[in-house]
């Protein structure tokens, strides 16, 4: 089925007009503009709305009333960036701030819609904050995880937003990964995990202790969704136990048995779906293939959900936020070749209100269209993609750049990403390939990843650029591999092993090490450390393979110009490792290009860090690739 589509493609583009000149070319900026409104949402009675919006480069907190359109500017921030804020009431809102140290120290605030009054309930903190229940309860609590008391593990606390005193509700025993409350914010379900195995526990009040309920191994998917408000002990859940394929259950929360599958299909995955406070029920699933696609289990919702794709013609969109009563909702437009556009919808009058477009310097006319491949590895599973070519080039003899994701499990989805968008323009064919230990395509084909990153894993990518080049779209001499995170760990890991495949490659704050990835594992994640070992290696016990799959090792075996860039401030990065690596290509006369660029909470500061990396690419690639 994607040959033939690939096949139209080839035909469309055949005759299309001459090679990319500078006149077409898009300045890098344009790809990578930091949008001046965004994280719109709605409050619970959907009379206000709220968003983010560039301010003398700060993303500073605003209130717009719906009906009326008046504006209150909530926050004046100078230092600390704006991380996440929510509604908790219909009067209140609370954001999260943090600043630029490698600590990322963070305040909370809450504020009044009108922005008249606003109480600060942390300050500085080292610690990380994951919201839980963000609506009121007894009309001051909220309910939060935190690892203020022990660093590796998140409690449970009732915030009283009054007075910003948190009360433990639930103090984790050392191996609790997740906390899930009910509809009311009652604590009902906690995940517990050994690292390897994970059990799900349920107690039907808070005076009760958590009782297991069934466990399963970390590649069996129990994602809890909603708790059933009519139907005691019952629990709506995405999961594959006993299938290949995530389906939407019933879970008996008793017995541990499913009570009703709701929706399944041996060739479709369920990647989320959704609950409606306000009817009590599941009212759709979502599916993913190539593309997202909805599958309704409430006609009223089908119903609802058919207007606004006549208002939105040609378009996928999500719904970003709502309000309690499903019927303001928030609600985010894109496709392959456009960024989107925020929209305000109101259901009762079936209208649309254009909020912001998020990046207007892009003009979908100029970018290019992203098809889904398919082809078989050298060891016969089915691998699939997505491959973008380049607008106004004949599809034959083209350079390649190719794009392995990042992982652990992940995917490549079809949708627009400026990455791609800007390879392409500059005349590039990009090839994404969902590897195995890609999420998405199933149980099996997740598992089949497991201890392959230095092996099956890169043959599978390596297999998707010798199909491009027997398919004629691939200039042989002319295929440059680059990543994020593990993307450019495998990027780099078939840089060096592959000198007749690739040209050039690189990584953008790559994993060049597996023993220094295992080991910076933030303290919070170390209970799912047993869960690493079985994806990539234990280091203790498999030394010598986690030596011969990272690349630091190997600075003797690459002979291809070599891109590396760094953020000095990320955690998880051994930044004097990898200048030391650097140091030792350059040692055997690799040409190496290396950038440091800053990332962070700060839009403008993390706009200037990706357009120094941009142009840094951009030459790279012109240099090792169009000019030879």
């Avoid at 704006?82 to 909370?108: A, G, H, P, V």
């Avoid at 904050?129 to 660093?151: G, M, T």
């Amino acid at each position: 089925m994607w040959n033939r589509i690939l096949l139209l493609v080839l035909i469309a583009f055949s005759w299309a007009c001459k090679g990319t000149n500078e006149e077409n070319t898009i300045p890098v900026d344009n790809f990578f503009r930091t949008q001046d409104k965004a994280y719109y949402h709605v409050s619970p009675d959907g009379k206000s709305l709220s968003y983010l919006k560039l301010q003398d480069k700060k993303l500073d907190l605003f209130v717009e009333n719906i009906e009326t359109g008046a504006i209150n500017q909530l926050t004046h921030l100078n230092e600390k960036s704006i991380s996440f804020y929510f509604w908790t009431s219909n009067d209140e809102l609370i954001y999260y701030t943090e600043d630029e140290s490698k600590e990322r120290k963070s305040d909370l605030f809450v504020v009044s819609r009108d922005g008249k009054t606003q109480k600060q309930l942390s300050a500085n903190e080292k610690t990380r904050v994951r919201v839980i229940e963000d609506q009121l309860i007894d009309d001051k609590y909220i309910i939060v995880a935190s690892n203020k008391r022990d660093s590796t593990v998140f409690d449970v606390y009732r915030l009283n937003v009054r007075t910003g005193k948190m009360d433990i509700a639930a103090k984790n025993p050392g191996n609790v990964t997740e906390w899930v409350t009910d509809n009311k914010g009652i604590l009902k379900i906690a995940v517990a995990s050994d690292g390897v195995n994970e059990t799900l526990l349920y107690r039907e009040n808070e005076s009760l202790p958590f009782k297991p309920v069934i466990s399963n191994n970390f590649e069996t998917t129990l994602q809890p969704v909603a708790f059933s408000e009519n139907e005691k002990d019952v629990l709506f859940a995405i999961s594959n136990v006993n299938r290949d394929k995530n389906a939407l259950v019933a879970l008996d929360l008793k017995s541990g048995k499913e009570k009703k599958v709701l929706f399944a299909n041996d060739s479709l995955n369920v990647v989320d779906a959704k609950y409606s406070k306000a009817k009590k029920k599941m009212i759709f699933v979502t599916c993913e293939s190539w593309k997202k696609e909805k599958y309704y289990l409430d006609d009223s919702t089908q119903v609802k959900y058919a207007a606004i794709d006549k208002l939105l013609p040609g378009t996928e969109w999500r719904i970003m936020d709502k309000d309690k009563n499903d019927n303001v909702f928030v609600i985010r437009t894109y496709t392959d070749k456009n960024p989107g556009s925020y929209y305000l919808y109101a259901a009762t009058q079936n209208k649309l209100k254009k909020l912001a477009d998020i990046n207007p310097s892009i003009n979908e006319k100029d970018m290019s269209a992203m098809k889904p491949i398919s082809y078989k590895s050298s060891d016969g599973l089915t691998i699939n993609g997505y491959l973008t070519l380049p607008n106004g080039k004949k599809p034959t003899n083209l350079p390649v750049v190719v794009l392995p994701h990042s992982g652990p499990g992940g995917r490549n989805t079809w949708g627009y990403n400026a990455d791609v968008q800007f390879l392409a323009n500059r005349g590039y064919a990009v090839l994404q390939v969902n590897y195995r230990g890609s999420t998405g395509y199933g149980k099996s084909f997740y598992a089949a990843g497991f201890k392959q990153w230095s092996d099956k894993i890169q043959e599978d990518v390596n297999d998707g650029v010798k199909w491009l080049i027997q398919q004629k779209i691939a200039n042989p001499k002319k295929v440059a591999i680059y990543g994020n995170g593990l993307g450019g760990f495998i990027a780099l890991n078939c840089l060096y092993k592959n000198p007749d495949i690739y040209s050039c490659g690189g990584s953008n704050s790559g994993v060049i090490s597996l023993f220094s990835y295992l080991t910076t594992i933030p303290p919070f994640l170390k209970s799912n450390l047993q869960m690493y070992y079985e994806i990539f290696g234990n280091p203790e016990t498999d030394t010598d393979y986690t030596r011969f799959a990272s690349p630091v090792f190997h600075a003797d075996r690459f002979k291809a110009p070599v891109f590396i860039a760094q953020n000095p401030k990320d955690p998880r990065v051994n930044v004097a490792q990898g200048v030391q690596f650097v140091k030792e290509l350059k040692k055997r006369n690799v040409p190496v290009t290396y950038i440091e660029k800053e990332e962070g909470p700060n839009p403008v500061l993390r706009q200037q860090g990706r357009t120094a990396l941009y142009k840094a690419l951009e030459g790279f690639l012109q240099e090792n690739l169009n000019k030879k």
